[in-house]
């Protein structure tokens, strides 16, 4: 297991901390200004959003190089399933997978949408989600991106996911059977799993991202609450360990959305609390 | 699997459905008002909660039964660990044991409460919550009270519960190893868990309640916005059919927290939704 204690390169920032992600929430920093913010301060690389990039795609990829950084990944797909998918769906992801190529991004992370309108459950979706992402899959394979299903905390069923472990992600993944298909670890929604730890080490090589954050013992909202590494009960380093048991020795993105604690606070200090969070808890 | 389209004697009401177990929430109807209008109706039982019996757990009981209904169980134990468990926990889950057996209802049940303050994951917490309910399965069966281990949606960890599907629910079980201890299977918590099916064929005779509401496809709060049967999106056919295949024939229990909808209603109007629901969604 790597020792982050005195040493973040492998330290990302996924720009949803800084509340970009979102109308009118965090500081409105560019993504020049985050970039410039996080080389002073030793970050390996950032994950931005779709809404944050425009028509400026291999621009800020080129920045983030220029600034000795990577781009780790981006974020996200469309809803590719439920009542949340665009109505051009298929224009709209291939305009994803392009915007991930051209910024440079190896990853982009899929949140499949909800529990499609007419069915109850989840089996007759994530039939669909599976035809849907083996073109999906092939169209990324040409670009040479990676698709990374990220399961969500069982709350976001309904409308944002109808994947809900690692365990099932990897089960989606096999259906789909595509190289550059992997799943995307995030903490805020596998935390509680009691069988991630043997989920995880069926994911050997398959772990194209691993998420950052906290889980907060009293958690206010289901979206817009996450904390901050060590201000929660997520087992963080057990975590980690069984992440890079399974291969994985990228980068850790952190993505905290906070509505009304850490987007109202000053991007410069979110980043160096980030810094001092990493090296001490993660 | 039975029949329920023009039998509605299993449907029991959990007078959490009328706002009864949150102050100020709800019309405020006495326990009297509700057995009168629930017998009204042909429900076969009602579920309470402890904060409505105060004292009179003989008489409303008794009264339950003159009205030709059943108490079908009784809300809950405090919680038995993190850090919301009560200063005087065994004696206030002594009470609540003896509340069950004076009021006749065969199962109470358990909510567990969060992650032990100074601890991280559950693993910790499950090992004290396991210590635990061995003393107080004993304790109970004594009282010929049956103790009904509830599994939370991952949304409750932290501050709610440590045990979050039904496969962990019987793991916990097996470790107590008590003839009095099972689980409760509640729609809301559990209808998105693929291993579901499977995890139930497990519970073969331990299933000691089957609570019923729906997941609305855009739940807007994490405690307070379940839907009425057929209003969302479990599957509710299949699960029950997976619970009466584990040889469950008992109530089918009623329990929906809303407040900004059902509990804004009139209860006559909501009971009698409930019966016409029950019947053709359930």
């Known amino acids: 297991m790597r020792d982050f204690s005195a040493d973040h390169t492998a330290l990302a920032l996924n720009t949803a901390s800084l509340g970009h992600n979102v109308e009118g929430a965090g500081a409105g920093w560019s993504p020049e200004q985050v970039i410039d913010a996080c080389a002073a301060r030793g970050f390996g690389g950032i994950v931005f959003w779709r809404r944050e990039i425009g028509n400026r795609a291999i621009k800020i990829g080129d920045r983030v190089r220029a600034a000795g950084m990577q781009v ?25 997978i392009d915007m991930a190529a051209e ?20 089996i007759e979706t994530q039939k669909l989600l599976v ?9 990324a394979a040409r670009q ?31 259906r789909v059977g595509a190289t550059n298909l992997g799943v995307a670890v995030d903490v805020y929604h596998v935390w509680w ?3 991630l730890t043997e989920s995880l080490r ?45 291969g994985y020795d990228g980068a850790c993105e952190v993505e905290i959305f906070s509505a009304e604690n850490w987007w109202k606070r000053d991007p410069a200090e979110v980043l160096d609390v980030m810094v001092s969070h990493f090296r001490a808890c993660c």
């Open 131 to 139: 035809d849907r992402l083996a073109g999906f899959a092939e169209y």
């Open 103 to 122: 910024l440079g991004a190896p990853v982009l992370t899929i949140v499949t949408g909800g529990t499609e309108p007419g069915t109850k459950g989840v």
């Open 202 to 246: 069926a994911a050997k090589g398959r772990i194209l991202g691993y998420h950052l954050c906290d889980w907060l013992e009293n958690t206010r909202d289901m979206l817009l609450d996450r904390g901050m590494m060590g201000d929660g009960i997520a087992d963080l380093r057990t975590i980690r360990a069984a992440v890079e048991g399974a």
């Open 72 to 96: 780790v990944g981006l974020c996200r797909t469309p809803y590719l399933v439920g009542s949340g998918t665009p109505p051009k769906l298929e224009a709209e992801v291939w305009q994803s």
């Open 144 to 174: 040479n991106v990676a698709l990374a299903l990220e399961p969500l905390n069982p709350m976001f069923g309904g409308n944002r996911t109808c994947v809900f472990t690692v365990a099932e992600a990897l089960a989606i993944c096999d």
């Open 193 to 195: 799993d009691s069988r």
